[in-house]
């Protein structure tokens, strides 16, 4: 069964950088992407952007532009996200989740997604 | 960036109503919506995608509509299992927005 597995709590400092990892199980990884969407307490849903396994394309949210990056290992099936220069209103849970290339529901710019990781929760406090 | 808009923020139901939330798009986003259901605690689980289509395993009680800029998520029947955040999501651009999210609480 498809299984997307985050790593634990973070607490940073501001200015600070976090890499969290996913990893993925019971798909074939290069066959689709992941995309990481955050969640500050209380608040709503967040999209970060996406990444292809296939090619390493991404895709950022302009307002995270040059603090964040998504990579990928294939050969032990993880995504990361890192995010620098950490701020207090970075405190989030951040979520992964696969980008269903294969979708017949893919738009002409991108693809939806369907299973998610159970999350990760960055604090940044000094 | 395109923006979504949700409607009601809060909705107070009982087991049994029919419910319906809206969501806005700020410009026609085709038919490219997807709406999620969260609960405390937990990650989002998708309900439908491409406006209408159900996601395998999800109750036949939801059900999505719309094109363009407007859209609906109805619930036929609430069940106690639906009392829950609701979040709608447009992935027509590159730049994916979310609604800012419905809760559906007891009434």
């Known amino acids: 069964q498809v299984q997307l597995v985050q790593s634990g709590a973070e607490v940073k400092k501001p200015g600070a950088s976090v890499k969290v990892s996913c990893k993925a199980s019971?798909?074939?990884?290069?066959?689709?992407?992941i995309s990481w969407v955050r969640q500050a307490p209380g608040q709503g849903l967040e999209w970060m952007g996406w990444i292809s396994v296939h090619n390493g394309n991404t895709n950022y949210a302009q307002r995270l532009q040059g603090r964040v990056t998504m990579t990928t290992d294939t050969s032990t099936t993880t995504a990361y996200m890192e995010l620098r220069s950490l701020r207090s209103d970075d405190t989030a849970v951040y979520y992964c989740?696969?980008?269903?290339?294969?979708?017949?529901?893919?738009?002409?710019?991108?693809?939806?997604?369907?299973?998610w990781g159970q999350g990760a929760l960055v604090t940044v406090s000094s | 960036d395109i923006q979504m808009t949700q409607s009601p923020s809060t909705l107070s139901a009982s087991v049994g109503d029919r419910v319906t939330i809206t969501c806005r798009a700020s410009?026609?986003?085709?038919?490219?919506l997807a709406w999620y259901q969260q609960k405390p605690g937990k990650a989002p689980k998708v309900l439908i995608y491409?406006?209408?289509n159900l996601q395998s395993g999800v109750p036949s009680r939801f059900s999505g509509s719309g094109s363009g800029t407007e859209f609906t998520l109805t619930i036929s029947s609430l069940q106690p299992d639906d009392f829950a955040t609701y979040y709608c999501q447009q992935y027509d651009s590159y730049q994916w927005t979310f609604g800012q999210g419905t809760k559906v609480e007891i009434k």
């Open positions: 410009q026609s986003i085709s038919r490219w």
């Open positions: 491409k406006g209408s």
């Open positions: 989740a696969r980008v269903d290339f294969l979708s017949r529901y893919c738009s002409d710019t991108s693809c939806p997604v369907d299973y």
């Open positions: 019971g798909y074939t990884f290069s066959n689709y992407g």
